[in-house]
Nanobody, 117 residues
Framework: QVQLVESGGGLVQAGGSLRLSCAAS????????MGWYRQAPGKQRELVAS???????NYGDSVKGRFTISRDNAKNTVYLQMNSLKPEDTAIYYC???????????WGQGTQVTVSS
């Protein structure tokens, strides 16, 4: 079993910044990829950003140029630096990990990000 603990969410004004962190623990064995998804009220969960063990990075179209994903392999932690935040970025942000042996998908409990106009 893999546990993902997110932190760093909160309330920020439009144009501001937040940094999310997600630490993985438990039966990790290996991490194939970690990422962030978000879900706003009444909308489907969508990819924000992901990073593979080979440092291949993918961003959702709506966050390109504003958000940056990074990882600290020694700490089994992934970060999401969010700049130039917009009210439409308001959502619950979920950490995701494809890890374990054999690999399986795990989800964090989510952290709320609210951007006021």
């Amino acid at each position: 079993q893999v546990q993902l603990v997110e932190s760093g969410g909160g309330l920020v004004q439009a144009g501001g910044s937040l940094r999310l962190s997600c630490a993985a623990s438990g039966s990790i064995f290996s991490i194939n990829a970690m990422g962030w998804y978000r879900q706003a009220p009444g909308k489907q969960r969508e990819l924000v950003a992901s990073i593979t063990s080979g440092n291949r990075i993918n961003y959702g179209d709506s966050v390109k140029g504003r958000f940056t994903i990074s990882r600290d392999n020694a700490k089994n932690t992934v970060y999401l630096q969010m700049n130039s935040l917009k009210p439409e970025d308001t959502a619950i942000y979920y950490c995701n990990c494809l890890c374990g042996l054999p690999p399986f998908v795990s989800w964090g409990q989510g952290t709320q990000v609210t951007v006021s106009s």
